[in-house]
């Protein structure tokens, strides 16, 4: 049992919880920040100086896990002044996200994997969880120790691996060596306990989903293994993922692409198509650039995504 005699006490009443099951109306008391008891009608002077916030007719619910962010920044494609910096611990904590898996995107040539790692260690130190996904854009993955199979293995925060497809930003990579790089994120994720998980950015090439199912005919790496994220950012795009996640895969909705298929109302689709929301995550893509791109392959312009529609869409599915 912790000693808490010094602990700063705080008791947050009456909240409607959702922890995430429905919990109705509830009391939870912090110490340090931490809870430690979840219940009904905790007394106010349960402890001496015990801060009270009232959250009547309020919601409370878990921090969010947001499991697509350029934690070191992203972003170049408009040259080196379209960098975007690094990820402050407020930025997220402000968005409710508590939980965060950092990644690399297009630069992997003034950004590494190494630093990846040294600034999701600094985030754990700091009092949030965060992991990370070894690679980038391109492949052959750019890692820390040499191999997709070893970073996943033996790095404790490293999770998976991520690439870029069906995208002119690519490395244009053949299905072997995508087989190739998922069935060491798998192999690795089995040696050390990890999901081993491949993420795929998705672009906007007619290609679509078809890269990942190379990878299924290339090789034994399960469906659960390959994740396709930005499934959104078109109709055609997201009809295939609907029915990939209908085969057994999970697909990923980014919350900052607001069209043409809002994330919300991606959401409602996957559900009437018969998916079950195991199978459909949400991540922002905060701190990543957007550029916009013409027919041509030409940017026209760019911006930076933030963190805030993460809570913005769960929001819109609540009301």
């Not at 919880?17 to 429905?22: I, R, S, T």
């Amino acid at each position: 049992m912790p000693d808490l005699s010094a602990a700063e006490f705080t008791l947050l009443q009456g909240a409607h919880l959702f922890a995430p099951e429905d919990r109705g109306i509830c009391d939870v008391l912090l110490a340090n920040g931490k809870i430690i008891a979840v219940g009904a009608d905790i007394p106010g002077d349960i402890v001496p100086d015990c801060a009270v916030i009232n959250l009547s007719g309020r919601m409370l619910c878990p921090g969010f896990i947001d499991q697509h962010v350029h934690l070191i920044g992203g972003g170049g494609e408009a040259g080196p002044t379209t960098r975007t910096p690094e990820v402050s611990l407020s930025r997220l904590t402000e968005a409710g996200i508590t939980t965060v898996v950092g990644l690399l995107g297009t630069d992997s040539v003034s950004r590494h994997p190494a630093s990846l790692l040294a600034k999701t260690r600094a985030l754990n130190q700091e009092g949030i969880t965060a992991w990370m996904l070894t690679g980038a854009y391109h492949v052959p993955s750019p890692t820390i120790t040499g191999s997709v199979e070893k970073d996943v293995a033996l790095i404790d925060r490293v999770i998976g691996v991520k690439c870029a497809v069906s995208d002119h930003r690519s490395a244009a990579p053949g299905g072997n060596q995508l087989a190739s790089m998922a069935a060491e994120s798998r192999v690795g994720g089995l040696l050390g306990g990890k999901p081993g998980v491949s993420v795929f950015h998705m672009g906007s090439s007619k290609k679509g989903l078809q890269p990942l199912y190379d990878i299924l005919e290339n090789s034994d790496v399960p469906i659960g293994k390959l994740l396709p994220t930005h499934v959104n950012r078109s109709e055609s795009l997201f009809e295939q993922a609907l029915a990939f996640a209908l085969k057994g895969g999970v697909i990923d909705i980014t919350t900052s692409i607001p069209d043409p298929v809002a994330p919300a109302e991606g959401i409602a689709r996957a559900v009437k198509a018969g998916v079950p929301l195991s199978r459909v995550t949400l991540s922002s893509d905060g701190n990543g650039s957007q550029p916009l791109f013409d027919a041509a392959g030409n940017l026209t312009g760019i911006g930076v995504a933030g963190f805030e529609s993460l809570l913005e869409t769960l929001q819109t599915l609540v009301n």
